[in-house]
């Protein structure tokens, strides 16, 4: 068990540009989410998959923001045209699906857009 | 809808005094709660978690936590604060059914004064 990873750690990228981050999950959870946390606040929900079902993402911030988990193994987020407003932590967790198992997190990647 | 509320952004206590950080749910069904640590550009750790078994549930590095129904809370405590505690702490709630996102709490920050 070598925990949830997440790449890059950091990303510094200008307004307008696309970026896009990874997220490792443990390997035999199913279950994947991913959070955005801003300075002082918490984590805030964006999405999640069962195996590589998107299940939920009405959360996810505009339609800007884009996630995949094609062979429900590892995780992408994207974002387009990005923001000064989205400069925040960006988290990934894994669980192994039911209600009351504990999620995982990475340790993030913080994006800082100028 | 679920919903956590963390009294106190920020805590203040000195080495070896009792720490105890507050929080509150709102859920008509008890939901399942969690206790998360997050140091300074790290992920959440999770320090102990209540899922309906034992009201006092204890956690890692000495933290416990109990679950009072009557009152909605589930109050993290540490008899003796040690400087390493020093971080940011968050409670989280979970739906008992369906358990597909965390609803976390603002946080707070514990300082320890040596």
């Known amino acids: 068990d070598t925990g949830v990873s997440q790449d890059p750690r950091h990303k510094i990228t200008k307004r307008g540009q696309n970026v896009t981050f990874r997220c490792d999950p443990i390997s035999e959870h199913n279950r994947l989410y991913w959070y955005r946390q801003t300075l002082g606040q918490g984590p805030e929900f964006l999405t999640y998959?069962?195996?590589?079902?998107?299940?939920?993402k009405s959360r996810l911030l505009s339609n800007r923001f884009s996630a995949e988990r094609p062979k429900g193994s590892f995780s992408t987020l994207e974002i387009q045209r990005t923001e000064q407003g989205d400069s925040a932590m960006y988290l990934c967790?894994?669980?192994?699906?039911?209600?009351?198992?504990?999620?995982?997190f990475g340790p993030g990647t913080r994006l800082l857009v100028l | 809808a679920q919903s956590v509320t963390q009294l106190g952004s920020h805590v203040s206590v000195s080495e070896g005094a009792l720490v105890l950080l507050r929080c509150n749910y709102s859920?008509?069904?008890?939901?399942?709660l969690f206790w998360y640590v997050q140091y300074p550009n790290q992920g959440l750790q999770l320090l102990l978690k209540?899922?309906?078994?034992?009201?006092l549930v204890k956690g890692i590095n000495g933290f416990e936590a109990e679950f009072k129904k009557s009152e909605t809370s589930f109050h993290l405590t540490k008899p003796s604060a040690h400087m390493s505690d020093a971080a940011e702490y968050f409670c989280?709630?979970?739906?008992?059914?369906?358990?597909?996102?965390?609803?976390f709490g603002t946080g707070t920050s514990l300082t320890v004064i040596p």
């Open positions: 998959f069962q195996n590589e079902a998107q299940l939920e």
């Open positions: 967790a894994s669980s192994s699906g039911q209600p009351q198992e504990t999620q995982y």
């Open positions: 859920s008509s069904v008890p939901p399942y």
């Open positions: 209540y899922t309906s078994a034992a009201t």
């Open positions: 989280a709630v979970s739906d008992r059914v369906t358990g597909n996102q965390f609803y």
